[in-house]
């Protein structure tokens, strides 16, 4: 799986937009861009996922760069309840192994 | 529909006690996976079943079995419980429909060995 980078934590004031960045340079062409968090004491939750188109759904929206190096996870309008950590994830089509769960970034949202 | 559904919720165990995390998921996937969480950290794969009568190791499979009888059901034994197995342990499930493989997670058993 490809090895990705996120920022240790952010804040977002709630009702705003929070955008959460992964870089993922080493990408390799099969491979989609997962996103889960993990709210406190749950289990985790799949969010979303794409291969190069943005991708949207009820949860969120995910923008990947043209070069598909590096993606960002847009929750359009924050509540409390998204406080959790968010885990970007290289994942190849095909594969049925587990993923691979990085240290994610902490979102906090503000009330 | 439930989804994943796991039993216990919590429990504490003797050392060397024996016990039986039940997991179960109702979406008719093929694919489940047993990962265990210690704190602050990361998730780790236990063991995995692409189907039922096939199960595979994972990264941290040592003191743990597990079987798949049915599509259902995908229980994981802890045989001689030591401390080290204290964790969270989280049962998942994925279709693998179309080559993508995003997993369902239950809520977690949270398991104390004393």
């Known amino acids: ?111 | 529909n439930a989804g994943v559904t796991q039993t216990p919720k919590f429990r504490i165990l003797k050392i060397g006690q024996s016990m039986t995390l039940q997991c179960a998921q109702d979406m008719n996937h093929n694919y489940m996976y047993w990962y265990r969480q210690d704190p602050g950290m990361g998730l780790k794969l236990i063991y995995y079943s692409v189907g039922a009568g096939i199960t595979d190791k994972g990264e941290v499979p040592n003191g743990y079995n597990v079987s798949r009888s049915t599509t259902e059901d995908f229980p994981l034994r802890l045989e001689l419980a030591a401390p080290s197995q204290t964790s969270v342990y989280f049962c998942a499930s994925s279709s693998g429909l179309g080559g993508l493989y995003e997993q369902y997670f239950g809520p977690g058993t949270r398991l104390t060995v004393t």
């Open chain 1, 1 to 111: 799986d490809a090895k990705t980078t996120q920022p240790t934590s952010m804040d977002c004031a709630e009702g705003r937009a929070a955008n959460l960045p992964c870089n993922h340079s080493t990408i390799s062409g099969n491979e989609y861009v997962y996103w889960y968090r993990q709210i406190h004491s749950q289990g985790p939750q799949y969010i979303i996922h794409g291969l190069k188109n943005n991708e949207t759904n009820e949860m969120a929206s995910l923008i990947i760069t043209e070069d598909r190096k590096s993606s960002t996870l847009i929750l359009p309008h924050a509540t409390l309840r998204d406080t959790a950590v968010y885990y970007c994830i290289g994942h190849p089509s095909g594969s049925a192994r587990q993923l691979t769960f990085g240290s994610g970034t902490q979102l906090t949202v503000l009330p």
